[in-house]
């Protein structure tokens, strides 16, 4: 719809910048926090203006750590929510892209039954089924590792989903054109599926990411040794101080750095990403 | 020796539906064959059948003189252009073409070779790194050729490649795929649902009707002499007329119903008494004359340029009739006129077989 009246243009304008702003603004204060020393935060009226502490906070953070977070160095914790988040995107997209091509491509005995088995699995996120995972995950022995972390999240019904959904929608003649060239079925996927769900896979990528790196229950329970605490779940863990304040300036300062590299993502494949969910067909 | 040759044919879908009944065709070296009908006729289902897409039923396939029945469509030296042409959206034109070859190892000079000859013969040189969408319909077209043509199959198929385009595009096209088979002699089939183009591109036709081929030939016999009433009605457009009749005279003639007596050319034969058959007579076959034998109400006329085409009832029985007259022909809309039948061009119709009986 294209209108051009001056009043509606400044109106709708107004509404979305307000709605910035709201947004914004609790952003505005973590990164404020975090820029001052700690006396300042803890005094009644609360700064809304950056400090002279930004460089000190976060080489503290980053390097040394926090002390109701077992003292380990933020990058640390970076590092783990990296190679989880990862992990789960990654795997996710792999195993998920795989069902799917065999689910839409191959005729095999109850094909539909294995479709409806993933599909329920929708109904069981990690919530519902964290204890018996819980058991399984501890009695692999992968309590306290990277395997522990990002595996039992990696099985998705709704990437599966997807994938079959754009499958579906891939015309049959690409499928038979490529077999009179010749291309097998591995080949198909690799030279024809695989690149058109280009942008698919970003989408995916970005929206699997997010969930990775924002996981928190699963974490706090497969994860005893502060080596790989993740930086989500390491938040909490600094405001529930047993004594003492709770060292707000480096709790912001960690609050900032968990959002950078979802936004990083997010901003990188924004392009990739709205593509892949709003085309539909070359 | 034929190229293909399709024995006692047979295809049923697991849900019990015949989609093919007991096909026989042999296509020699350099043959055009159109296999036509309309849709659901299982022409479509006879191609796939012979790419190796669909399986078959019962009988075989050959080609080259090698069974070909379980091969997989690679193996079976043929190259196929589909309705949608089916090109790879993310690669190049050259990507397009070159697919197939890299997949059977092919050296790369020679796939080099081969794709630029067939860009210089299809006139898409330039093109070859340009992606599918930027391409229009007929360039799209022929890069769907010039992938069956690097192959340098024993045979192409066409799938209705020409639907997608428009009526110009179309008719340039018909006459450049001809001309492109010609001059590489390959041995091709064609499936249509467009009779001018079965008739203007086929060297032997093969008329489809539920599953069967109800006539074999090349396109002029088929058109003069169609075996069933369902090929008489399919072929030639606008379609032939058909009155009802019943046969008088030991088969020499046939008494229109309500209408004359004509005497037939040829006599029918193997007759019992004044059996009911059915008389089609194509539009060009009835002329306005004082003189004529059969009254006609004129309802219509669709002026088409160098021609005209009359719609209306005969008087005698009220069946629907066309006829095709010279624009210069006066016929007043909404009269009553005569027409004259030439007897030479009668076509008798078994009333419940539709087969043909002179």
Known sequence: MVENRPFITFLSHAVLILGVLIVLMPLWVAFVASTHPPENIMTSRVPLMPGDQFIKNYTQALTVGVDGAGKVPLSRMLFNSTVMALSIAIGKIFISILSAFAIVYFRFPFRKTCFWIIFMTLMLPVEVRILPTFQVVADLKMLNTYAGLSIPLIASATATFLFRQFFMTVPDEYLEAARMDGAGPLKFFKDILLPLSRTNIAALFVILFIYGWNQYLWPLLVTTNEKYYTIVMVIQRMVAVPDGEPLWHLIMATAILAMLPPMIVVIVMQRLFVKGLTETEK | ?358
Do not use: W
Request: charged content about 20%; hydrophobic content about 40%; glycine content about 8%.
């Open chain 2, 1 to 358: 020796m034929a190229d293909i040759s399709l024995t006692n044919l047979n295809k049923t879908y697991p849900n019990g539906f015949k989609a093919i009944h007991d096909i026989d065709l042999e296509i020699e070296h350099g043959e055009f064959v159109v296999l036509v009908g309309p849709s659901g006729c299982g022409k479509s289902t006879l191609l796939r059948m012979i790419a190796g897409l669909e399986t078959v039923t019962d009988g075989e396939i050959q080609i080259a003189s090698q069974r070909v029945n379980e091969r997989e469509p690679a193996e079976r030296d043929i190259a196929m252009v589909f309705q949608n042409y089916a090109l790879y959206p993310h690669m190049t034109v050259y990507n397009n073409m070159a697919y197939g070859l890299r997949n059977k190892g092919t050296a790369r000079d020679e796939i080099e070779r081969r794709v630029q000859d067939a860009a210089k013969l299809l006139e898409l040189c330039e093109l070859l790194d340009r992606k599918p969408r930027q391409l229009s319909g007929g360039q799209r077209q022929r890069v769907a050729m010039g992938r069956a043509i690097v192959r340098d199959p024993v045979a192409f198929l066409f799938d209705e490649p020409l639907s997608n385009l428009d009526a110009k595009l179309r008719a340039q096209m018909r006459l450049e795929i001809k001309r492109l088979q010609h001059r590489l002699g390959t041995t091709s089939v064609y499936v249509t649902h467009d009779q001018i183009e079965a008739m203007t591109m086929a060297d032997k036709l093969v008329v489809m009707n539920s599953g069967a081929a109800e006539q074999i030939g090349n396109p002029m016999s088929v058109y003069e002499k169609p075996a069933t009433q369902f090929v008489a009605g399919f072929i030639g457009s606008p379609a032939m007329n058909f009155l009802p009749a019943k046969l008088q005279n030991n088969g020499n003639s046939v008494q229109i119903e309500g209408g004359p007596c004509l005497t037939l050319t040829d006599s029918v034969k193997s007759i019992n008494g004044n059996q009911s058959v059915i008389v089609g007579i194509r539009p060009e076959h009835l002329v306005p004359m004082p003189t004529g034998a059969i009254g006609f109400a004129v309802e219509m006329i669709e002026a088409l340029g160098a021609e005209s085409l009359v719609h209306g009832r005969l008087a005698c029985n009220g069946t629907d009739v066309t006829l095709r007259v010279d624009a210069a022909t006066d016929i007043p809309s909404e009269s009553e006129i005569r027409l004259h039948v030439s007897t030479d061009n009668l076509h008798v119709f078994d009333a419940d077989t539709g087969e043909r009986l002179n």
